[in-house]
């Protein structure tokens, strides 16, 4: 067979040179291979299917060894809810209660409640609750629990958290073993608490190989934390009544001091009581014990108040009679207009004669529809009438004197007002000095029976509350047998394996064909090479006698030289 490349150099000769010019074989042929050709890849997976089929076969091989080695679990679910505010009997709207309402709806309490679900220390209890530590933990390790041990591990765990609650009232640290400790880390990795998305509620997940033991500890997970959580706050609370009776002592031998502070000081100082004390100055209520004797303000406030009142009372009457003065001095002998001015109009003597004028007038208004003009009555009656009107003009030009002699009162009566007021004035501004010491008692006694009174509430609110055993975490779901193993899956193992094995297998075959190099049809000779092929010998496994005698002859002499 003739060499293609050596007849192709041969033949490509340049005409201005007299060496021949060399193609480029390397560039052409990495070109080459990095095209794809499918039909080369699926020779080569023709050629190589006994590795995949190996390749899967040992796929198979390791998903049933690792069904065969690893040990079923299950899995038992508990789901929590988590409420906005914590269940209460008493109706509260304090600050704090405000708080942790708002902390409770918040998303940072459902993370802390679902790591709280994991610690150490609450499965450390739940290993106590259950007694999972009195055998040594042979249970926890996987042998069955049966349903009369279960029941009495239930009740066992309903009756030891008591016990650590009093102890916990009591101020001393709850301890565990190390085997329970121990097997509370264990435990760690057993649990997987989840929040559902846009929810309150907590799925709490426990597997185990013993179907019993992952309810019964899903169960008692979920317990222990509702139980722990009352404890806890039953000690909070306990701790908090303790300081408030402390301070409902302190506060009330303050109280005690500072009443008595008052009380000496109102009996040396008896004229500081008419100003009201510290009534007055503090604001307090009447009847309080900082209070003084008198009703609120005080006698001495009482009445430069009331000289007060009455002196702006003189001077509104004498600016009033003052205007109607004037209104009757622009008004001259004008009858009509002088009873337009309201103490004209007001007056007895003016108010009896135009009642006199008025019934005259009626009077006549009654004869007109029966007599003429020229009769008797009518000209009585007439009569009556001008002498009616001349004695109510006579009573209205009488008012203006007797109106300048109310003024005068008027302002006699406000310069004695003026002068009383001044004078109470320099009494209140005497006795205030007084009374500087006795505001100051009072409003200190004022502030400690505030403050008494706030503990005193404060200790009533926490004896009733913190027997209360209510908490923001209930169970909504108990945790049912589970039937099945979540782990491990055999269909999914087996798939899983069988398409690894292939995938293995693929790879393999086309990475080797990949690294292979080697020309092996005429069309990757031309394409790879770039030159034509003159002639192609194939290749047979079908020797002839003469062949195979040749053959021998020359291994035989290649032997014996």
Same mark, same amino acid.
């Given at each position: 067979?003739?060499?293609?490349?050596?007849?192709?150099?041969?033949?490509?000769?340049?005409?201005?040179?007299?060496?021949?010019?060399?193609?480029?074989?390397?560039?052409?042929?990495?070109?080459?291979? &990095?095209?794809?050709?499918?039909?080369?890849?699926?020779?080569?997976?023709?050629?190589?299917?006994?590795?995949?089929?190996?390749?899967?076969?040992?796929?198979?091989?390791?998903?049933?060894?690792?069904?065969?080695?690893?040990?079923?679990?299950?899995?038992?679910?508990?789901?929590?809810?988590?409420?906005?505010?914590?269940?209460?009997?008493?109706?509260?709207?304090?600050?704090?209660?405000?708080?942790?309402?708002?902390?409770?709806?918040?998303?940072?309490? +459902?993370?802390?409640?679902?790591?709280?679900?994991?610690?150490?220390?609450?499965?450390?209890?739940?290993?106590?609750?259950?007694?999972?530590?009195?055998?040594?933990?042979?249970?926890?390790?996987? &042998?069955?629990?049966?349903?009369?041990?279960?029941?009495?591990?239930?009740?066992?765990?309903?009756?030891?958290?008591?016990?650590?609650?009093?102890?916990?009232?009591?101020?001393?640290?709850?301890?565990?073993? &190390?085997?329970?400790?121990?097997?509370?880390?264990?435990?760690?990795?057993?649990?997987?608490?989840?929040?559902?998305?846009?929810?309150?509620?907590?799925?709490?997940?426990?597997?185990?190989?013993?179907?019993?033991?992952?309810?019964?500890?899903?169960?008692?997970?979920?317990?222990?934390?509702?139980?722990?959580?009352?404890?806890?706050?039953?000690?909070?609370?306990?701790?908090?009544?303790?300081?408030?009776?402390?301070?409902?002592?302190?506060?009330?031998?303050?109280?005690?001091?500072?009443?008595?502070?008052?009380?000496?000081?109102?009996?040396?100082?008896?004229?500081?009581?008419?100003?009201?004390?510290?009534?007055?100055?503090?604001?307090?209520?009447?009847?309080?014990?900082?209070?003084?004797?008198?009703?609120?303000?005080?006698?001495?406030?009482?009445?430069?108040?009331?000289?007060?009142?009455?002196?702006?009372?003189?001077?509104?009457?004498?600016?009033?009679?003052?205007?109607?003065?004037?209104?009757?001095?622009?008004?001259?002998?004008?009858?009509?207009?002088? +009873?337009?001015?309201?103490?004209?109009?007001?007056?007895?003597?003016?108010?009896?004669?135009?009642?006199?004028?008025?019934?005259?007038?009626?009077?006549?208004?009654?004869?007109?529809?029966?007599?003429?003009?020229?009769?008797?009555?009518?000209?009585?009656?007439?009569?009556?009438?001008?002498?009616?009107?001349?004695?109510?003009?006579?009573?209205?030009?009488?008012?203006?004197?007797?109106?300048?002699?109310?003024?005068?009162?008027?302002?006699?009566?406000?310069?004695?007002?003026?002068?009383?007021?001044?004078?109470?004035?320099?009494?209140?501004?005497?006795?205030?000095?007084?009374?500087?010491?006795? &505001?100051?008692?009072?409003?200190?006694?004022?502030?400690?029976?505030?403050?008494?009174?706030?503990?005193?509430?404060?200790?009533?609110?926490?004896?009733?509350?913190?027997?209360?055993?209510?908490?923001?975490?209930?169970?909504?779901?108990?945790?049912?047998?589970?039937?099945?193993?979540?782990?491990?899956?055999?269909?999914?193992?087996?798939?899983?394996?069988?398409?690894?094995?292939?995938?293995?297998?693929?790879?393999?075959?086309?990475?080797?064909?990949?690294?292979?190099?080697?020309?092996?049809?005429?069309?990757?000779?031309?394409?790879?090479?770039?030159?034509?092929?003159?002639?192609?010998?194939?290749?047979?496994?079908?020797?002839?006698?003469?062949?195979?005698?040749?053959?021998?002859?020359?291994?035989?002499?290649?032997?014996?030289?």
């Amino acid at each position: 067979m003739i060499d293609p490349v050596q007849s192709s150099i041969g033949t490509t000769v340049s005409t201005n040179s007299e060496k021949p010019v060399l193609p480029d074989f390397t560039g052409r042929y990495a070109e080459a291979f &990095q095209r794809f050709d499918f039909r080369r890849f699926w020779h080569s997976f023709v050629e190589r299917i006994w590795i995949v089929a190996l390749c899967i076969l040992a796929g198979l091989f390791l998903a049933l060894g690792y069904l065969a080695r690893t040990p079923e679990l299950y899995q038992g679910h508990t789901v929590l809810e988590v409420e906005f505010q914590e269940p209460s009997f008493l109706p509260t709207d304090d600050s704090t209660t405000r708080m942790r309402s708002m902390f409770l709806a918040s998303q940072e309490a +459902l993370r802390t409640i679902e790591q709280n679900l994991t610690n150490q220390t609450l499965l450390s209890r739940v290993v106590r609750a259950e007694g999972l530590a009195a055998d040594g933990g042979r249970a926890w390790l996987g &042998q069955t629990a049966s349903p009369d041990k279960t029941s009495s591990a239930t009740q066992r765990s309903e009756k030891t958290p008591e016990t650590g609650v009093k102890n916990g009232s009591a101020g001393s640290i709850t301890t565990f073993t &190390q085997l329970e400790e121990a097997l509370g880390r264990t435990m760690v990795g057993m649990i997987k608490p989840a929040i559902r998305r846009g929810t309150r509620l907590i799925d709490l997940y426990v597997t185990h190989p013993d179907p019993a033991m992952a309810q019964r500890l899903a169960e008692a997970i979920g317990r222990e934390y509702i139980r722990n959580s009352i404890e806890r706050r039953a000690l909070m609370s306990e701790e908090a009544l303790r300081y408030l009776l402390e301070e409902e002592e302190r506060l009330k031998r303050n109280l005690q001091r500072s009443e008595a502070a008052v009380a000496d000081y109102k009996a040396n100082n008896p004229d500081a009581l008419q100003l009201g004390g510290g009534t007055a100055a503090t604001g307090s209520q009447q009847g309080s014990g900082a209070g003084g004797g008198g009703p609120r303000g005080g006698l001495v406030e009482d009445k430069l108040q009331d000289l007060n009142n009455k002196l702006t009372a003189a001077k509104a009457d004498r600016i009033r009679l003052e205007g109607e003065l004037d209104q009757i001095q622009q008004s001259g002998d004008n009858i009509d207009a002088l +009873l337009q001015v309201p103490s004209i109009s007001v007056a007895t003597m003016v108010t009896e004669a135009r009642r006199t004028v008025t019934q005259i007038e009626a009077a006549i208004t009654t004869y007109a529809l029966r007599y003429k003009d020229k009769h008797p009555k009518m000209i009585a009656a007439k009569a009556s009438l001008a002498d009616a009107k001349e004695k109510l003009r006579q009573a209205v030009l009488a008012q203006p004197a007797i109106l300048r002699n109310a003024i005068e009162q008027t302002k006699a009566t406000e310069a004695s007002l003026q002068k009383a007021l001044q004078d109470q004035q320099g009494v209140a501004v005497a006795l205030n000095r007084t009374a500087i010491g006795y &505001q100051e008692l009072a409003r200190q006694a004022e502030t400690d029976r505030a403050l008494y009174e706030s503990v005193l509430r404060q200790i009533k609110e926490t004896s009733l509350s913190k027997d209360v055993k209510a908490n923001a975490v209930s169970v909504i779901e108990h945790s049912p047998l589970p039937q099945s193993p979540v782990s491990p899956r055999p269909t999914r193992t087996i798939v899983l394996g069988l398409l690894g094995g292939l995938v293995t297998g693929l790879a393999f075959v086309f990475g080797a064909d990949a690294l292979d190099r080697s020309i092996k049809t005429v069309d990757q000779a031309e394409n790879t090479l770039g030159l034509p092929v003159f002639a192609a010998v194939p290749e047979t496994t079908d020797e002839g006698p003469v062949n195979r005698l040749k053959r021998r002859s020359k291994k035989a002499f290649g032997s014996s030289n």
